[in-house]
């Protein structure tokens, strides 16, 4: 995992949007682009961008592509930034 491209992915607002309503549970594309007043070559390449940082997985079904979220990657993340404050102990 890249901490660039996760921090990148994590910057936009529409992505960290898409996050939100994926942390309900998976969702096609098209339900997705519904939400957004955007076009869907525009949500299809924020959708790429937090495959790439590896915060979704896709998976096609039929015709459809569904998304789901990968909190493995945002938990090494929430234990990166922790492990910054360092321990409360020692402050």
Partial sequence: MSFQNTIKALSDPV???ILNMLKLGRMPA???CEKFDISDAAISRHLSVLKEADLVRDERCGKFIYYEI??????????WIKSLKGDAGNE
């Fill in 30 to 32: 098209g339900q997705i």
């Fill in 15 to 17: 992505r960290r949007e």
């Fill in 70 to 79: 990968n909190t493995s990657v945002l938990e090494e993340i929430m234990l």
